[in-house]
């Protein structure tokens, strides 16, 4: 901290409102693309092991072991192949939600009591109708808890995407607070985080809600 | 291939393991920084997750701290860490002690909530028990409530001790060196080398200190206690289950 100067100063968060909003939307659309494209693989996943339950071992071995890799080092073990840019971050970012993403939707679509699968076949569904009609919105609630866990662990993530030039709320945090000595920006950028993790969590909470009116009653 | 000959070479190379900047020396500062870092967020920690789940006093609000501190994310802590070292110590502050300080700010909110967790959901049944045996409140601490706790406990610390080790690398960001410090100079230069040489070893370090922790949990727990091995997240990460995983 430069010395005589206080540690929060309104002024300078008044005067760059505007790349407060610049940041944060980069920090959402990173966050976004990456949970989005982590949903489309899960998903196609957790299809192919719905259909091949021996798959499962394997994928889960795999993504754990992403998962278990440092975002540090993820962020900047591809850097060699596909530079600084987007496509670096978000390698790192997608390889991050499968575990959790493919994790919920297989265990939702398991947890489906069989003789509703059952009585779902003795009414002459197919096996994509039973997929689309029955199974999918039974396990919707833990699908979606999958999708919301995702989305608040890739908004922290997203900070340490600064390192390698993509901005988001970490350039406040580092390439404004930490280099530059100034702790406003560092606990603006943090403050910021914080709030859009919140916010997220209990937006995706309430549709979960909303989705589920059913689930209601169990869940107390 | 040519790449990973080049990173070969860099290993290899003596130049890079002498000095100040020398490999030795920032896996001793990487590997010294997170074993201290921890031990002192243990030594928070615990008692506080062992005091508020024996005695519930006072819960709601450390959870909701600890909480709102698992928000923070790990960028967060050390940059709020070094204004407040700088702020304190000039100069001194400068290095070791900011980013031990925000080590020690990640390593604390899951020991807390998953000591405390553990200690809440052991069965009355079990704690009557204990007391109709004429045990006091620390026996009935330390022989029943922390022994059936203990995977829950154990995987708060595994979580903490990953992410301590995992994070140290950005303590190179506050001078702190450590083996990050080789990430942000290859960054700074465009030496992609050395970059994915060190992140390498930061990946190594990481999945070791991971099985490790697995490792004594797996031996430190009675088997008669159940393992929730596979099951799905949908506390948002709030507890770290025994088979769960902590945050990258």
Known sequence: MIEGQPFFRFDWLVDNLDQLARRLGEHVLVTFIAVTVGFVISFALALLIRRYPRVYGPVLAVSGILYAIPSIALFVLFIPITGLSLLTAEIALVSYTLVILVRNIVTGLRGVPPDVIEAAKGMGYTDTQRLWRVELPIALPIIVAGVRIATVTTIGLVTIATLIGMGGLGYLIVNIGVTRRFPTATITGVVVVVLLSTVVELLLLAIQRRLTPWAKAREA | ?248
């Open chain 2, 1 to 248: 291939m040519e790449f990973f000959g080049e990173v070969w070479t860099w290993y290899t190379d003596p130049a890079n393991w002498s000095g100040n900047d020398g490999l030795p020396v920032r896996l001793w500062e990487h590997v010294s920084l997170s074993v201290v870092s921890l031990l002192a967020g243990l030594a928070i920690a615990l008692p506080v997750g062992l005091y508020i789940g024996h005695t519930g006093r006072g819960a709601r609000m450390v959870v909701a701290v600890s909480n709102i501190g698992r928000a923070v994310p790990s960028l967060g802590w050390l940059g709020i860490a070094y204004p407040i070292s700088t702020g304190l110590f000039q100069r001194g502050g400068i290095g070791f002690l900011p980013a031990f300080i925000g080590l020690v700010a990640l390593a604390i909110p899951p020991v807390v909530t998953n000591t405390y967790t553990g200690l809440q959901e052991v069965d009355s049944d079990l704690r009557e028990a204990g007391r109709g045996m004429g045990m006091r409140e620390l026996q009935l601490l330390a022989r029943v409530e922390v022994p059936v706790a203990l995977p829950v406990i154990l995987a708060g610390i595994r979580v903490s001790a990953v992410a301590v080790v995992a994070t140290a690398p950005l303590a190179a960001l506050v001078g702190g060196g450590t083996l990050g410090a080789y990430i942000l100079q290859g960054l700074e230069l465009s030496d992609e080398v050395r970059v994915f040489a060190a992140a390498v070893l930061v990946a190594l370090l990481a999945i070791l200190t991971e099985l490790g922790f697995a490792w004594i949990q797996r031996s430190a727990v009675s088997p008669g206690l159940s393992r929730l091995d596979d099951a799905p997240m949908t506390d948002a990460s709030r507890v770290a289950r025994p088979g769960e995983l902590g945050s990258p």
